[in-house]
């Protein structure tokens, strides 16, 4: 992250400097004789264990940002980007841009009372970016030096947004560098342009590749690699008329910027609890969990539930992963999220409460499978069904509505992708040779 600090990030960089650039000197030692093709890997959920598997093929060198504890075991087949110098030097530079930014600017933000809040809102963006501008800007520096002097063959990405990792993409993408890219999670929405811009994406399955990305040509559909650790087939698990748990799964996030979307959060978080609130005097025995991102928001989810609605919630947890917490769970209420298919894929009946006003692509549209309330009114009568057993949530919890959102359910996704990634690079050795 280029903008991280502290103790621990200083020595992180340094850590990565030290031993990227040895790895670099040895590269360019050896680099008379055969040595084997390096790939940037940008690394997320949907590629932790491809990188794993990746190193311990120890095919090709896997180049990345930050150097793991264990990073000895797989030093053969690891490479990291040393990031080195001061930003001073490029402060020139970033001053520059700025000026060029100011002068050719043209967007304006007019709200819907006619007002323009234009010189507002860049006072706001230029305010951010100015004190981040000659960092960046040695980043990139950096990148650009070192894969001079170690080519890499193809990436594999995750998103076409973030910090270095889009720096990354940029500087490969100027170079002719091909990429592949397996989506984050379940993208929805084609306005957006998330995870657009790669020569080959993975859309995990065929709904997302119509919707999102509107049948384009050079969408695949490998599934996600995540996804190989839950069951083939969702059985609906029993659950006692007494007692049941509730999950629900919360957000604070957004992909522009993490503050926007807490407030819509907690107006989402209010409803639910209202709803369960509701059915708790009406005598069901429930035990609420929240899950919520690691993000630092877990502070205010507690100030939250204990001044709004003190003694309803359980627990509200943030660093437990989503299976550990769904595998104690017998219900879920969430937005739209990939949670929902994870749930279900557990036998784990699932509703979408609707607090936003955004169009998205099914199953999150209203017309789909998906059990989707919008009031609380509706949502309590939601929980009675589940607890009545009704067949509503039974259509979401099909194998083969599950693959057509998420993709095959056969545990071989990580298989597909590895496969595809050794392809994919085979083929592009052959055309370069060509």
Known sequence: NVGRRGVKARISALLA???????SFWDCFCGGRKI?????????????????????????RILGTTVPKNFLRTLASSRYIPLRGSFAKHEPAARECMRHFRA???????????VDASDGAYSIIERYISGRCAETIRVLDCVIRYLDKNPIQMEVMISNVGDINALIDCVCKV????????????????????????????????SVKENYFRGMDNVVCLGDPRMDDYPPLAQ?????????TVMIGASGFNNIDLNSYVAVEFDFMFDVLQALSIVKKQGMDLRIVIKVRPNGYLAQYQ?????????????????????TVL??????????????????????PSVYYKKDTEIIDPPFDGKSELVTVACVKDLVQALHDFRDNRSRFDAFLQRSVMEKYIGPLDGRNLERNLNFVYDFLGRHKTEMSA
């Open 17 to 23: 400097w030290g031993v990227g650039t040895l790895l």
């Open 36 to 60: 084997k093709p390096a790939i940037f890997v940008q690394q997320y959920h949907p590629t932790i264990k491809l990188i794993q598997r990746l190193k311990r093929d120890a095919k090709v």
């Open 104 to 114: 050719h600017r043209c967007a304006r933000l007019v709200l819907d009372n006619g």
């Open 175 to 206: 170079r002719g560098i091909p990429s592949y890219l397996i989506i984050n999670g379940y993208l929805s929405g084609a306005f957006l342009d998330e995870g657009k811009y790669a020569t080959v994406i993975n859309a995990y399955a065929a």
């Open 236 to 244: 609906r698990r029993p659950v006692s008329k007494d007692s049941f």
């Open 303 to 323: 100030q939250f539930a204990n001044e709004y609605f003190p003694g309803v919630v359980d627990e509200i947890v943030d660093r437990v992963p989503m299976k």
């Open 327 to 348: 595998d104690n769970s017998d219900f879920y209420i969430s937005f739209y999220s990939q949670t929902i298919f994870e749930a279900s894929c557990l036998g784990i």
